[in-house]
Protein backbone atom coordinates (compact mmCIF):
# COMPACT_ATOMS: atom_id res chain seq x y z
CA UNK A 1 0.00 0.00 0.00
CA UNK A 2 1.55 3.52 -0.98
CA UNK A 3 2.39 5.89 1.76
CA UNK A 4 -0.91 8.47 2.52
CA UNK A 5 0.55 12.11 1.57
CA UNK A 6 1.12 14.84 4.10
CA UNK A 7 0.52 17.92 1.56
CA UNK A 8 -0.68 17.84 -2.06
CA UNK A 9 -0.69 20.09 -4.96
CA UNK A 10 -1.32 21.02 -8.13
CA UNK A 11 0.93 22.97 -10.33
CA UNK A 12 0.25 24.76 -13.60
CA UNK A 13 2.55 26.60 -16.04
CA UNK A 14 1.64 27.25 -20.10
CA UNK A 15 0.26 23.47 -21.26
CA UNK A 16 1.46 21.50 -18.32
CA UNK A 17 0.32 20.23 -15.28
CA UNK A 18 2.25 18.68 -12.09
CA UNK A 19 0.49 16.95 -9.10
CA UNK A 20 2.27 17.56 -6.33
CA UNK A 21 2.13 14.45 -2.77
CA UNK A 22 4.88 15.16 -0.36
CA UNK A 23 5.60 12.60 2.36
CA UNK A 24 7.69 12.27 5.79
CA UNK A 25 11.15 11.38 4.38
CA UNK A 26 14.68 12.41 3.67
CA UNK A 27 14.71 14.61 0.91
CA UNK A 28 14.00 12.56 -2.14
CA UNK A 29 12.55 14.53 -5.12
CA UNK A 30 10.93 11.68 -7.72
CA UNK A 31 9.43 13.31 -11.36
CA UNK A 32 7.85 10.77 -12.93
CA UNK A 33 9.06 7.17 -11.46
CA UNK A 34 12.32 8.83 -12.18
CA UNK A 35 14.82 10.94 -9.85
CA UNK A 36 14.45 14.69 -10.63
CA UNK A 37 17.95 15.43 -11.79
CA UNK A 38 17.87 12.68 -14.16
CA UNK A 39 14.29 14.39 -15.45
CA UNK A 40 15.42 17.82 -15.75
CA UNK A 41 19.09 17.51 -15.99
CA UNK A 42 19.56 21.49 -16.64
CA UNK A 43 20.63 23.35 -13.20
CA UNK A 44 18.56 26.08 -13.79
CA UNK A 45 15.08 23.62 -14.10
CA UNK A 46 16.39 21.64 -10.48
CA UNK A 47 17.26 25.34 -8.49
CA UNK A 48 13.66 26.14 -9.50
CA UNK A 49 12.45 23.36 -8.57
CA UNK A 50 14.09 23.23 -5.15
CA UNK A 51 13.29 27.24 -4.83
CA UNK A 52 10.05 26.82 -2.37
CA UNK A 53 12.22 24.08 -0.20
CA UNK A 54 14.87 26.64 0.04
CA UNK A 55 12.40 29.62 1.05
CA UNK A 56 10.67 27.60 3.70
CA UNK A 57 14.66 26.23 4.38
CA UNK A 58 12.73 22.51 4.21
CA UNK A 59 15.53 20.63 2.13
CA UNK A 60 15.59 17.18 3.31
CA UNK A 61 12.29 17.26 5.65
CA UNK A 62 10.13 16.05 3.17
CA UNK A 63 9.89 13.19 -0.44
CA UNK A 64 8.54 14.75 -2.67
CA UNK A 65 6.70 12.26 -5.70
CA UNK A 66 5.26 14.00 -8.68
CA UNK A 67 3.42 13.31 -12.05
CA UNK A 68 3.65 15.61 -14.65
CA UNK A 69 2.39 15.71 -18.27
CA UNK A 70 1.98 18.53 -21.02
CA UNK A 71 4.42 21.24 -22.13
CA UNK A 72 8.04 21.28 -22.39
CA UNK A 73 10.87 21.09 -19.63
CA UNK A 74 9.97 24.90 -18.68
CA UNK A 75 6.62 24.40 -18.68
CA UNK A 76 6.92 21.17 -16.63
CA UNK A 77 9.97 22.59 -14.57
CA UNK A 78 7.63 25.69 -13.37
CA UNK A 79 4.71 23.65 -13.17
CA UNK A 80 6.40 21.45 -10.61
CA UNK A 81 7.29 24.39 -8.62
CA UNK A 82 3.83 25.94 -8.51
CA UNK A 83 2.99 22.19 -7.12
CA UNK A 84 5.25 22.26 -4.96
CA UNK A 85 4.50 25.85 -3.46
CA UNK A 86 0.93 24.73 -3.53
CA UNK A 87 1.81 21.67 -1.07
CA UNK A 88 3.93 23.35 1.31
CA UNK A 89 1.26 26.66 1.70
CA UNK A 90 -0.89 24.06 3.67
CA UNK A 91 1.97 23.60 6.14
CA UNK A 92 1.45 26.45 8.20
CA UNK A 93 -0.04 30.08 8.17
CA UNK A 94 3.66 31.34 7.67
CA UNK A 95 4.88 29.15 5.09
CA UNK A 96 2.11 30.39 3.04
CA UNK A 97 3.31 33.80 3.98
CA UNK A 98 6.71 32.94 3.02
CA UNK A 99 5.77 31.64 -0.46
CA UNK A 100 3.31 34.04 -1.25
CA UNK A 101 5.70 36.48 -0.75
CA UNK A 102 8.10 35.01 -3.12
CA UNK A 103 5.73 35.14 -5.78
CA UNK A 104 5.60 31.02 -5.51
CA UNK A 105 1.86 30.41 -4.97
CA UNK A 106 0.47 32.89 -8.42
CA UNK A 107 -0.12 31.02 -11.39
CA UNK A 108 1.74 32.49 -14.12
CA UNK A 109 -1.13 32.77 -16.45
CA UNK A 110 0.87 33.63 -19.56
CA UNK A 111 0.25 31.18 -22.11
CA UNK A 112 0.55 30.83 -26.02
CA UNK A 113 -1.38 33.51 -28.54
CA UNK A 114 -4.01 31.59 -30.32
CA UNK A 115 -3.62 32.11 -34.18
CA UNK A 116 -6.00 34.34 -36.07
CA UNK A 117 -7.53 34.26 -39.72
CA UNK A 118 -5.90 35.95 -42.27
CA UNK A 119 -2.50 35.86 -39.99
CA UNK A 120 0.34 33.52 -40.62
CA UNK A 121 0.63 33.28 -36.58
CA UNK A 122 -1.15 34.98 -33.84
CA UNK A 123 0.28 38.49 -34.90
CA UNK A 124 2.42 37.73 -37.80
CA UNK A 125 0.93 39.38 -41.01
CA UNK A 126 1.28 38.08 -44.72
CA UNK A 127 4.01 39.98 -46.30
CA UNK A 128 2.40 43.02 -48.17
CA UNK A 129 2.94 43.60 -51.77
CA UNK A 130 2.65 46.90 -53.62
CA UNK A 131 2.59 45.86 -56.98
Request: glycine share 10%; charged share 35%; aromatic share 6%.
Amino acid sequence: MAQQALYRGTGRRKTSVARVRILPGEGKITVNGRDYTEYFPRLTYQHAIRSPLRILDAEGRYDIVVKVEGGGPTGQAEAVRHGIARALAEESESARAELKSAGLLTRDARAVERKKYGLKKARKRPQFSKR
